[in-house]
């Protein structure tokens, strides 16, 4: 079982960065992937970013452009540096372990705590 520890959320304003960290633990050799999703207050989960066994990155409409998702197999680590950050992404942000399918991406790891981002205007 793969388990995950996200970390780097906080308070900042509009047009500001931010970097969210994910240490991923435990049998990382059955996941090749990685995404990140986040949750808005009193909305749906939804799948910002992802990236495959050969690094190929895939990101909503949203934050295409301001963020970039990367991964460091040496320190089992995912990140999301984001850039630009406007109110609308104010959210808990989830890091997942999983896997591709064709083109879908399954998680395959239990939801951590997350780490709040949260962006004034």
């Known amino acids: 079982q793969v388990r995950v520890t996200e970390s780097g959320g906080g308070l900042v304003q509009a047009g500001e960065s931010l970097t969210l960290s994910c240490g991923l633990s435990?049998?990382?050799?059955?996941?090749?992937?990685a995404g990140w999703y986040r949750q808005p207050l009193e909305k749906e989960r939804e799948l910002v970013a992802t990236?495959?066994?050969?690094?190929?990155?895939n990101y909503a409409d949203s934050v295409k452009g301001r963020f970039t998702i990367s991964r460091d197999n040496a320190k089992s680590t995912v990140n999301l540096q984001m850039n630009n950050l406007k109110p609308d992404d104010t959210a808990v942000y989830y890091c997942?372990?999983?896997?591709?399918?064709?083109?879908?991406?399954?998680?395959?790891?239990?939801w951590g705590q997350g780490t709040q981002v949260t962006v004034s205007s």
């Open positions: 435990g049998s990382i050799r059955s996941v090749n992937a």
């Open positions: 997942t372990a999983g896997s591709f399918q064709g083109a879908h991406y399954y998680p395959m790891t239990r």
């Open positions: 990236i495959s066994a050969t690094d190929r990155v």
